[in-house]
């Protein structure tokens, strides 16, 4: 069972994919957001995007407690479908907790790859967002490599807030995670079979000093 940790929408059942995707435990994800919430402040108006969304459970949460934009990214159409079903009913509850508000979510029904080459980081009709907070949880199996190049194509488009936090997650026993040129890391502790990493932009970081993928 998974379930919205806190904000408007607090104690709302989330739909989750039968198969193909690894929701965040509501343990894990009620302890990585005291820690975000204890480095930022709050979630109240942030922009915030979710890499390898799944159930849509992390950006959610970021939406229940306060994010006026979120956009989910996510590759396999059965999962598109619950992130679809949970973000109305995410929606239903922020707006009835406070209808003067109208928060954004955007599902984006494509690869993380794809969605950063043709509709996300490198897309000119989306080039005033900058994300303050980004949650970038990908199957395990994917290569650190991998992961640490769609991190890199962020920082390189200048999609990171001057004060972004980004979250990685990664299976336990893999080697410990290495932020790409531009990001450094903050925090850390492991959940279970999951291990997650807080990390925050480097003071100055832009296309110059950062290493984009080839």
């Known amino acids: 069972m998974t379930r919205i940790v806190a904000g408007a929408a607090r104690g709302r059942r989330l739909r989750v994919p039968p198969a193909g995707t690894r929701p965040t435990p509501d343990r894990a994800r009620e302890a990585v957001f005291s820690s975000l919430e204890s480095l930022r402040g709050g979630f109240g108006g942030s922009v915030v995007l979710d890499l390898y969304a799944g159930s849509g459970g992390l950006g959610l949460e970021a939406l229940s407690r306060g994010a006026s934009h979120v956009d989910l990214v996510e590759s396999n159409r059965e999962a598109v479908r619950v992130i679809e079903a949970n973000a109305q009913a995410v929606l239903s509850s922020c707006r009835a907790s406070s209808p003067s508000s109208d928060p954004v979510v955007h599902v984006h029904a494509t690869g993380v790859q ?99 993928p080839c």
């Open 114 to 212: 794809r969605w950063l080459a043709t509709g996300g980081a490198a897309n000119p009709s989306a080039a005033g967002i900058s994300y303050d907070v980004v949650f970038c949880d990908p199957p395990y199996a994917t290569p650190a490599d991998e992961v640490g190049d769609v991190l890199s194509t962020l920082v390189a488009a200048g999609r990171l807030a001057v004060d972004a936090l980004v979250i990685v997650e990664r299976a336990r026993r893999d080697a410990p995670w290495s932020w790409p040129a531009g990001l450094t890391a903050l925090r850390d502790r492991a959940y279970g079979e999951a291990h997650l990493w807080i990390g925050g932009l480097v003071a100055g970081a832009d296309s110059s000093d950062s290493v984009a």
